[in-house]
């Protein structure tokens, strides 16, 4: 069948409404005013309870024209309860504007940290795990195609009974952060997990600078035992992405984490190191 003349003219009115359309939408130009200056800065609480006691330190997310305010915040009321045996203490602020003191915690009880800062209470809850041991640290080359690259093994204890045997495994470059990594459920027939990390290529002008280690430096790592959640929570930090919530109330962000943390140091001496086989 052949298209009648009012086919084809209904085709032309509609193409060129679509055309019209086009054109009007690419005229269109409007500046969207976004107030995100005005967004208030939720709390970060970031708790802990170690054998040397207790720290709460309170910041705000950094505002977007104050991208270097890190000062804490001071006014509040924190207060730590061991909910196993019923009692609870107030942490005093301390000079370097954290809330702690120096009573350490007991293996197997749980803890509740509760925050109270301007008209918002905060609570989160951690059970204090058992102690894990650092037994060696040791640095060794191995070869890549592009270089050779020293490698940290850093080897500890499981803890007996302990059904997640998950760390939070912390490396200090000369008592400043330098790398970070979470260990999942781990479960070895000898007692020992060995953590191995790449660190610094042996060339150096070729390597990152948040990378490179020098002849002398001194790597320290502190091994923490953490839950299930606190891996999850972990994880998602350093990808990018949301991770469970770990305080009920009031909307903030950080964790509370009841935990002893094994320490130990090595020197780097990249001349002394044999070949990782």
Known sequence: MKPTRLSCFCKIVR???AISALILLAGCEKELDFTYHDVESPLVIEATLTQDGAS??????????EAMDLDPVTDATVILTDLSSGTERSLPLRADGSFGDNIPGV???EYQVEV????NSYRSASMMKGETEIVGMTFQWIKMPYDYVAVLQV?????????????????????????WSVVGRR???????????????KDIDEEDEKDILLDGDKVTALVTPI???????????????????????????????????????VTYRPGEMTEFK
């Open 116 to 119: 109270v800062s301007a008209g």
């Open 155 to 179: 080897s500890f204890r499981e803890i007996p009974g302990d059904d997640d045997n998950c760390f939070w495994i912390r490396l200090l470059r000369n008592g400043k952060p330098y790398k």
């Open 56 to 65: 709460v330190r309170l910041t705000h997310t950094t505002p977007m024209d």
């Open 15 to 17: 193409r060129i409404t």
């Open 187 to 201: 479960i070895t027939s000898d007692g020992i997990i060995n953590f191995v990390t790449m660190t610094s290529r």
């Open 227 to 265: 839950s299930r959640e606190m891996v999850d929570y972990l994880t998602a930090l350093g990808q990018d992405s949301n991770g469970p919530e770990m305080w009920t109330g009031g909307f903030c962000l950080g964790y509370f984490l009841a935990s002893p943390v094994a320490e130990s140091s």
């Open 107 to 109: 293996l197997n009880h």
